[in-house]
């Protein structure tokens, strides 16, 4: 049996295109509607404002965090609800451990031997961090642990509605319509609220974008049944699938690596297709074990044909994984949302540009303290009606953010909302906090309010630059059962989280000239 994971995925929420602006929802999507007010020399406080926040992962939960953030006199009044279609909050970090087979979709990507390949000190929302005994680089289970710890800490209990799914939302009249359904209420009918704002928070990992080569029909049916098989990253669980078979991963991203490092010790014979990127910052090497090979052009009958002119021709039990489109024939901009005010504001010029905000689209980005950037920006905006430029000037803008990306030899409509070059996701963060500082006539909390002071501290580029190789000495140290020579004994201030990363890489050098190891995602 051949099979084909793909792990590049794609959710996108379209933006409104009939006179209704009709949005359709996913059983991932997450919608927020924001309204705000403030006092003193602030906007008169509007008691009427709703907001409605789709989904329960990191973003959802960011942006609930910073809208709460805001003064009370300048919500005073409003309506929050979170919806999320789970039984719990978490999005991505709910296991699914017996996903539907395909075209079915899990409800998450999640697999039972995912770990951090970022340290998480990283991964928080700001000032609230992971439990001391926490691991560097922990299980799945600690995040979704964190996730929901941040529920409690930041008192959000009241505003979420578990197990409740957006189908779909309509804006006309100046509101949203949006139909919301439980299978725990009302026998699962649909139900329907008003609200003023949406903010959608839908998440990037539930819609795979699965490459198709030329030929590969011909490929699948040139076997007996089972013998041949493609299939995306999304479904995959654990390499025991894939035990005594030919298996052919496509793509080098963090779940690519993962893929092929675990089926190189099951599997009969691992292949790993990818692009190599000498301008990457730095080269990861072949996984040891596996088989490297380029780009696939194309299938026939009895063999896959790869862009340098060789063939695998192996008959049985092959399983392909494709994981980046960037790395397959196949090129899209689904993961590009336009035109966006910073990547989070619509400026369809048929709803009012406060109407619909999107949050969690950037990528190579830090999850939690992005979400709770876009957030605050996000409140602000509502809180204070003259907090936004005009159309006209986002939309300039946003032509101005565009040919940067280009001046740094990226499409932004391939390139989407990714960030190019180092710190420009970190700059990307700033800058909205600076923008809402400079423009916002409702105060910031007190540790947003020191011009001065960025918002993302140095400690945290610091750490995300380091991160994989932090990730190797803490991989290393864990063989060695000597991790827990670092284990914090205080309360997990940012303090020894910091003075942890630094002995991790301290010992990670020292033991690296004795015992030299490649850097791995």
């Known amino acids: 049996m051949t099979s084909i994971l793909s792990s590049a995925v794609s959710a996108i929420w379209p933006g409104p295109r009939t006179k209704q602006d009709r949005v359709k929802s996913t059983s991932r999507t997450r919608v927020v509607a924001v309204g705000s007010d403030s006092e003193g020399s602030s906007p008169e406080p509007d008691a009427r404002k709703r907001i409605a926040i789709v989904g329960g992962g990191t973003s959802g939960l960011g942006v609930l965090i910073a809208i709460l953030d805001l003064p009370e006199a300048a919500r005073k009044g409003w309506e929050i609800d979170l919806y999320e279609a789970e039984e719990n909050v978490g999005g991505v970090w709910l296991p699914d451990e017996n996903p539907p087979s395909p075209p079915s979709l899990p409800s998450t990507p999640l697999y039972p031997a995912l770990h951090t390949n970022t340290p998480v000190p990283t991964m928080t929302f700001p000032n609230f961090h992971f439990p001391p005994s926490t691991p560097l680089f922990p299980s799945h289970s600690h995040v979704l642990s964190y996730l929901e710890s941040a529920v409690k800490h930041f008192g959000l209990n009241s505003h979420i509605n578990l197990s409740h799914r957006v189908e779909s939302a309509s804006y006309a009249d100046e509101e949203w319509t949006v139909e919301v359904s439980s299978p725990k209420e009302d026998e699962g009918q649909r139900r329907t609220r008003k609200y003023d704002h949406l903010v959608v928070a839908n998440g990037r990992y539930h819609h795979p974008s699965i490459p198709v080569w030329k030929g590969q029909d011909l490929w699948l049916t040139g076997a007996e049944p089972g013998e041949r098989e493609v299939v ?4 995959y669980r654990g390499a025991e699938a894939y035990e005594g078979k ?8 963090a779940s690519g690596w993962d893929l092929a490092t675990q089926c190189v010790p099951i599997a009969a ?15 990861l090497p072949p996984i040891t074990g596996s088989i490297q090979k380029p780009r696939i052009s194309h299938f026939s009958g009895h063999a896959i044909h790869f862009v340098d002119g060789t063939t695998i021709t192996d008959r049985n039990n092959l399983h392909i994984g494709a994981h980046n489109p960037s790395d397959s024939t196949l090129t899209t901009n689904k993961d590009y949302l336009r035109p966006l005010h910073h990547d989070i504001f619509s400026l369809d010029p048929k709803i009012p540009t406060t109407a619909l905000a999107f949050a969690g689209l950037p990528w190579f980005i830090a999850v939690a303290q992005n979400s709770y950037a876009q957030g605050t920006f996000i409140a602000h905006a509502f809180a ?12 300039k803008q946003l032509e101005i953010r565009e040919e940067e990306k280009r001046a740094k030899g990226a499409d932004p409509f391939k390139a989407g909302h990714q960030f190019i070059t180092p710190g420009d996701a970190e700059a990307y963060q700033n800058s909205l906090i600076s923008i809402t500082r400079a423009r916002s006539r409702v105060p910031l909390p007190s540790f947003l309010a020191d011009p001065l002071k960025d918002y993302v501290p140095e400690w945290r580029r610091w750490a995300r630059a380091k991160g994989f190789i932090m990730r190797k000495g803490w991989r290393r140290a864990v063989e060695q059962g000597v991790e827990g020579q670092w284990r914090i ?16 890489l301290a010992w990670e050098e020292e033991q690296d ?3 030299p190891r490649p850097i791995t995602c």
């Open 489 to 504: 004994k205080g309360e997990g201030t940012t303090e020894e989280w910091i003075e942890q990363m630094q002995k991790v």
């Open 269 to 283: 014979k691992t292949y790993h297709s990818y692009t190599e990127k000498p301008d990457a910052p730095f080269q």
């Open 513 to 515: 000239k004795i015992d």
């Open 384 to 395: 204070d009606e003259d907090f936004l430029p005009s159309r006209e000037e986002a939309l």
């Open 232 to 235: 995306h990253s999304l479904w």
């Open 246 to 253: 030919t298996v052919i991963v496509v793509g080098f991203g």
